[in-house]
């Protein structure tokens, strides 16, 4: 495997259950980043991890959980969640955590919340 | 409060005839601007970056971009549109001041290129 890579690709689950995104990076970067993509809003920043830090939580619920244990694996715990978390689930990785920095993108996992 | 704005969410072109999309930016300071391509099911990658150094920015596939302050915008450009160029594109910026790399993307533009 290469880049960034996402686990599942594809996720239905409801609104009771618990369910966890996984992003795997093996590029030997030190930061991660967890990004929604809505159908009707612009592309927005969850959560950033800086060597298994986290480094930055954009007010999201707590229903969203992020989970860092080492520098390649990213985690995303779900549960309870509402029909408007149905979303691409983006994650991303980059040689450090700054604005220099590229950041390179998984595929995403596509969640339904029924 | 830093914003970006893709002034058209849609953009047809014949192949072979040149690309625009347009993204203008709000922010206090110079930020760091991106342009990002999201071909369908799969993920963002990057294009080209503007980082405060040479205004006009030449990234891959042809693509380029003008930082213009005057105007705070960042417009994509490219001479002739390949039909592989059809695509989703997002103009993004990092404001000068942030520590940790925090994206903030525009709307995005659809693009559809026809034979």
């Known amino acids: 495997e290469t880049g960034v890579t996402q686990t599942p690709r594809h996720l239905v689950m409801g609104m009771t259950n618990k369910k966890s995104l996984k992003c795997e990076q093996h590029?030997?970067?030190?930061?991660m980043y967890w990004y929604k993509q809505s159908a009707k809003k612009p592309l927005e920043l969850m959560f950033v991890?800086?060597?298994?830090?986290?480094?930055e939580n954009n007010s999201v619920p707590s229903r969203f959980s992020p989970e860092c244990p080492n520098s390649s694996h990213l985690f995303l715990h779900l549960h309870t969640l509402q029909p408007e978390d149905s979303a691409l689930y983006l994650c991303?990785?980059?040689?450090?955590?700054?604005?220099?920095?590229?950041?390179?993108f998984g595929p995403g996992t596509r969640l339904t919340v029924t | 409060a830093q914003s970006v704005t893709q002034l058209d969410s849609h953009v047809s072109v014949s192949e072979g005839t040149p690309v625009l999309l347009r993204c203008n930016y709000s922010?206090?300071?110079?930020?760091?601007l991106f342009w990002y391509v999201q071909h369908p099911n799969k993920g963002l990658q990057l294009l080209l970056k503007?980082?405060?150094?040479?205004?006009l920015v030449k990234g891959i596939n042809g693509f380029e971009a003008e930082f213009k302050k005057s105007e705070t915008s960042f417009h994509l450009t490219k001479p002739s549109a390949h039909m592989s160029d059809a695509a989703e594109y997002f103009c993004?910026?990092?404001?000068?001041?942030?520590?940790?790399?925090?994206?903030?993307f525009g709307a995005g533009t659809q693009v559809v290129v026809t034979p």
């Open positions: 991303a990785s980059s040689q450090g955590a700054g604005r220099t920095y590229e950041q390179y």
């Open positions: 590029l030997g970067h030190n930061a």
């Open positions: 991890y800086s060597l298994e830090e986290r480094v």
């Open positions: 922010s206090s300071y110079s930020p760091s």
């Open positions: 503007y980082t405060s150094a040479a205004t």
């Open positions: 993004a910026l990092i404001l000068t001041t942030d520590s940790w790399g925090k994206l903030q």
